[in-house]
Nanobody, 122 residues
């Protein structure tokens, strides 16, 4: 599967962005998907994950209540709605694919896209 992220950009603190992950090469409808991010000089970390059905969702504590992950099976696409953005959300955001329909174990996500830069100014 090939993943391509889009929707990043520069936004002021408190603003919103919607990231899109478009998948090609195979359907992702039966697979869990996730968003990760990597800030400069920091390790990549998971931000949010969604089960194949969309009913199961996981969020990192720092983004709970601000970010929403969703998916559209018909478009083979996953989204990340980011509201109330903070400077500490600045990072390159990556989409990832899981071989299973559930997002556990979180360590088994792979097939990274090239990423999209999100910069939040204070």
């Amino acid at each position: 599967v090939q993943l391509v992220e889009s929707g990043g950009g520069l936004v002021q603190a408190g603003g919103s962005l919607r990231l899109t992950c478009a998948a090609s090469g195979r359907p992702i409808s039966s697979h869990a998907m996730a968003w990760f991010r990597q800030a400069p000089e920091k390790e990549r970390e998971i931000v949010a994950a969604i089960s194949w059905s969309g009913t199961g969702k996981y969020y990192q504590d720092s983004v709970k209540g601000r970010f929403t992950i969703s998916r559209d099976h018909g478009k083979n696409t996953v989204y990340l709605q980011m509201d109330s953005l903070k400077p500490e959300d600045t990072a390159v955001y990556y989409c990832a694919y899981h071989e299973l329909g559930t997002y556990y174990p979180l360590e088994d996500f792979g097939s990274w896209g090239p990423g999209t830069q999100v910069t939040v100014s204070s």
